[in-house]
């Protein structure tokens, strides 16, 4: 084999390694009435973990982590789901103050299958979302359903077709 025949199975066999570990998809969200749009788009960057962006149809941008959580998953590796939530957004009634002690736990349990998000947006406004997993084994590519709470305190349905 030449070195640059070499070099190109190499870069060949790097690339389907990346392709392989990051993957990418899309979701549309929106309020009941469907005066609040949103396009939301997410990049894995492990197994149960990556970026998302949600864009509303107002032009304002959130972007942050978002966490599978498992059965294996601790409570300092989804810490950032409550950055930025301080009592006067209020409590979400899917998950409230960091669970702690005891709560975890119970919260990892509650959760598993599902995916949590916290979202920034350049004026330091949160927008927090949660999805139930349709395949929970191929992680978002598997599509679900779920919602996101938006600063005002309003809900966006949320939906993220299977790749």
Known sequence: MTRRAFAFAALLCATIFMAGCQTTGAGTASTLS????????????????G?????????????????????ETRVDDVRPLWTGWVTRYGRWQYWGPEPVGGEWPRFVTHYSGR?????AAGDGTHMRCRFHLEHPSSGMAGG??????????RDIDAVFPRQ
């Open 51 to 71: 970026d998302m962006t949600a864009t509303l149809n107002n032009g304002v941008s959130y972007s942050g982590p978002y966490f599978q959580i498992t059965r």
């Open 144 to 153: 679900g359903i779920g919602q996101c709470q938006l600063p005002s305190g």
């Open 115 to 119: 995916v949590l998000a916290n979202l």
């Open 34 to 49: 469907g005066d609040v749009t949103a396009t939301l788009s997410w990049r894995s960057t492990s197994g149960s973990s």
